[in-house]
């Protein structure tokens, strides 16, 4: 006999990678029309909020390492999005910015952000509930980061 707290439906990280992963998958059509993967509108998320980061303080921002988005940077880079120079003050610093490629992209998929957001509303997830979800995961994540 299993005990409760190693059945499948009694775990919260199961909940939590099942939702993630569908709710990536829901991008995917809405970015593949555009040629861009997941990660990649995450980046393109970082850097509008503010353009010319290094690429540390990106990897910061999505929890990654750098090793992990340095590849993803140089994908995007010969598609054409961002381009990566080194930094003035520090030459060991990688320094991205968009291209009007890639600041143009933020038009084409205004729409992305309402779109999926819409297809996660239901009974306990509601606009008005958003903030409070947010919080409560901006906590876990919080917590998860320190161990």
């Known amino acids: 006999m299993v005990k409760e707290e190693f059945k499948l439906d009694n775990q919260l990280c199961f909940r939590l990678y099942t ?7 829901a991008y995917h059509p809405l970015l593949s029309a555009h ?3 997941y990660p990649q509108y995450l980046v393109l998320l970082v850097l509008w909020e503010k353009d010319a980061q290094p690429v540390n303080d990106i990897a910061k921002r999505l929890y990654l390492e750098t090793n992990t988005v340095t590849p993803l940077l140089q994908r995007m880079e010969k598609e054409g999005l961002l381009v990566r120079k080194k930094g003035k003050e520090d030459a060991r610093q990688m320094i991205v910015r968009l291209t009007p490629k890639g600041k143009h992209l933020q038009e084409s998929l205004c729409d992305v952000p ?6 996660v509303l239901c009974e306990g997830v509601t606009l008005e509930t958003v903030p409070t979800l947010f919080r409560m995961l901006d906590d876990m994540i919080a917590r998860l980061k320190v161990r």
């Open 35 to 37: 040629g861009l993967t």
């Open 19 to 25: 939702a993630s992963r569908l709710l990536t998958q």
């Open 114 to 119: 309402a779109t999926v957001g819409g297809a």
